[in-house]
C-alpha cells in the first residue's frame, strides 16, 4: 500500500520569507495529492490540490509541485504571514481505492 | 448547506462504555470517512465507506463499528471504550476518487 513521509516536522520562518514542505510517496499510481491545512483546534481544510497529469499548480501565494519520476510533491508558501501559521498535511490517494494516506505533518510557525 | 456535522462536539466516557458518534453530510457525496487524530499527530484512517452499502476497514479499525446508514450519514460506535481511544474523531466525505474530502468539526473524546 501507499506510505507518505512528510518533511520537515517544524519549519520556523520570518514574516515574508517563503516555506517550503516535502512530501514523498512510494505507490507510483497514486495520481492525487492534496494539501490540508489545519489551525490549532480546527478541522482540517484543503488549501491546494495537483493531479498527475501536471506538473504545478499555483493559488496565489501558494503553490504545489509534482515530481512523478520522483515520487515526491512540495508545499511552497510566498510572503509568509502570522495567519499561515498552522500544520500542514500533505497526503496521497491510494491507487485504486478511495484512501487517502496522510504525512505526519508540519507545524509551520511564521515570526513577525 | 451545512457540510459534514459531528454530534456530539465533546464527550467523557468511562472505561467500558458504549457511544455511538454521528456524522451527516449534504453535499451528496458517495464516500465518507472516519478518522482519529492523537494529540500532535496525523490523521489516521480508522474505517470507510466507498459509498452507501460498502464499508472497509482503514489503518486503525480496531474496537470500532461503522454502519453507512444511507448515503447522508455514517456513524462510529464503540462498543467499550478504553483510554487508548482517547482522541479527536473526524468524519469527512468526498464525491469519490480523486476527489477531495471535506472534514467535520470534530469530537473530542476522553476515556477515564
Redesign the interface.
Do not use: I
Given at each position: 500500500g501507499e506510505n507518505v513521509e512528510q518533511h520537515p516536522s517544524t519549519l520556523s520562518v520570518q514574516e515574508g520569507d517563503s516555506a517550503v514542505i516535502k512530501c514523498t510517496y512510494s505507490d507510483s499510481a497514486s495520481?492525487?495529492f492534496?494539501w490540508y491545512k489545519q489551525e490549532l483546534g480546527?478541522?482540517?481544510?484543503?488549501i491546494i490540490?495537483i493531479?498527475s497529469n501536471v506538473g504545478e499548480k499555483k493559488d496565489q501565494r501558494i503553490a504545489v509541485t509534482l515530481n512523478k519520476t520522483a515520487k515526491h510533491f512540495s508545499l511552497h508558501i510566498t510572503e509568509t504571514q502570522p495567519e499561515d501559521s498552522a500544520v500542514y498535511?500533505c497526503a496521497a490517494?491510494d491507487s485504486g481505492?478511495?484512501?487517502?494516506i496522510?504525512?505526519?505533518?508540519t507545524r509551520l510557525k511564521v515570526l513577525a | 448547506n451545512a457540510g459534514v456535522t459531528q454530534t456530539p462536539k465533546f464527550q467523557v466516557l468511562k472505561t467500558g462504555q458504549s457511544m455511538t458518534l454521528q456524522c451527516a453530510q449534504d453535499m451528496n457525496h458517495n464516500?465518507m470517512?472516519w478518522y482519529r487524530q492523537d494529540p500532535g499527530?496525523?490523521?489516521?484512517?480508522i474505517y470507510?465507506s466507498?459509498s452507501e452499502g460498502t464499508t472497509d476497514k482503514?489503518e486503525v479499525p480496531n474496537g470500532y463499528n461503522v454502519s453507512r446508514l444511507n448515503k447522508r450519514e455514517f456513524s462510529l460506535r464503540l462498543e467499550s471504550a478504553a483510554p487508548s481511544q482517547t482522541s479527536v474523531y473526524?468524519c469527512a466525505s468526498?464525491g469519490?476518487?480523486?476527489e477531495?474530502?471535506?472534514?467535520?468539526?470534530?469530537t473530542r473524546l476522553l476515556v477515564l
Open positions: 495520481n492525487y492534496p480546527k478541522r482540517p481544510q484543503l490540490d493531479r498535511f490517494e481505492t478511495y484512501k487517502y496522510f504525512g505526519t505533518g | 464516500s470517512y499527530m496525523g490523521l489516521r484512517l470507510y466507498a482503514g473526524f468526498s469519490g476518487f480523486q477531495t474530502q471535506y472534514f467535520g468539526p470534530g
